[in-house]
């Protein structure tokens, strides 16, 4: 590689914070049940207790995980009296998700 091109790559990388967020918020997906409730999420919004039902997991479970999915905006939550619902936060957790699932698959 000419050293032009060396100094134009080293310009166009990203600030090191940037990387950092971005290695912090593929962590999240490190976690199969994290992982399940996202896949669960991807049609429809969820109660915390439809998905610990659907998961086979204690509502604590999928409380304490749903918190670090919030945490990394992953998902939202709405409240609707005394219950959680929850969805995907966006379509680029949709997307992440869907090439996900078709990287997996090939």
Sequence with gaps: MEEREFAALREEMPADEVLYDLAELFKVFGDSTRVKILYALFERELCVQ??????????????????????????????EGKSMYYSLDDDHVRAIISMGMEHVEE
């Design 50 to 79: 439809e998905i610990a039902d659907l998961l086979s997991l204690s509502q604590s479970s999928v409380s304490h995980q749903l918190r670090i999915l919030k945490d990394a905006k992953l998902v939202r939550f709405r409240r």
